[in-house]
């Protein structure tokens, strides 16, 4: 009993935790019923709940914040354009160029987490695609398949879409494994 207790309080008192790290990308696309004012297209991007940059809808570029610039120079943010996101919305709520029902959200996150030992070695690394729809999971990408899985029934068209277009798929991997190694240089950079 002694043996086991001091064993426990080793391993409770030392600290064998890995340490996680994320590099995300946040988008949000609404439709605009009338009377609604205000943006319809946001994107953020963060690392470890640290805001890094901004879509920014006046300018239609990406601004970043004021970190050293060497942060940046493997480190790119996701292409996808601001009207695809509001195409997208709106093709999922029925809207028409003229009149759209209701307020409805398309939300994107896209990223990668990397879990690291205390030595520094990498434990594992996740790279994701992931969309709700008005406030429920939706369809996500999955990398290792290369496939589009739906979240909800709904999503049942959308996956059958986005699977049969090869060229997009193919792009979003080449976006995921870029994220995975810039994770890895913030991490280093930042500590």
Same mark, same amino acid.
């Given at each position: 009993l002694v043996f086991t207790l001091t064993v426990t309080s080793f391993l409770f008192c030392h600290n064998f935790s890995s340490e996680r790290h994320h590099l995300l990308y946040f988008y949000t696309a609404l439709t605009k019923p009338d009377g609604l004012s205000g943006p319809v297209f946001s994107a953020v991007g963060v690392y470890d709940d640290r805001w890094i940059s901004r879509y920014s809808n006046e300018e239609q570029t990406w601004k970043r914040d004021c970190l050293d610039a060497e942060i940046w120079r493997d480190t790119k943010e996701p292409r996808d354009p601001r009207d695809w996101f509001l195409h997208q919305v709106n093709a999922l709520a029925n809207c028409t160029n003229s009149t759209c029902d209701g307020? %409805?959200?398309? $939300?994107r !996150?896209?990223?990668?987490? &990397?879990?690291?030992r205390p030595d @520094?070695? &990498?434990? %594992?690394?996740? =790279? #994701?695609?992931?969309? @709700?729809?008005? @406030?429920? $999971? #939706?369809? =996500?990408f999955h990398s290792a398949t290369m496939q589009w899985i739906e979240k909800t029934p709904k999503a049942k068209e959308t996956r059958m879409k986005w699977n049969n277009q090869r060229v997009? !798929? $193919?792009v979003l991997k080449m976006v995921l494994t870029p994220l995975n190694h810039s994770i890895c240089l913030l991490h280093e950079f930042i500590k």
């Open positions: 307020l %409805h959200t398309l $939300q !996150r896209v990223g990668c987490e &990397v879990e690291k @520094g070695s &990498v434990m %594992h690394v996740n =790279a #994701f695609d992931e969309y @709700g729809y008005d @406030g429920e $999971q #939706f369809i =996500a997009r !798929r $193919q």
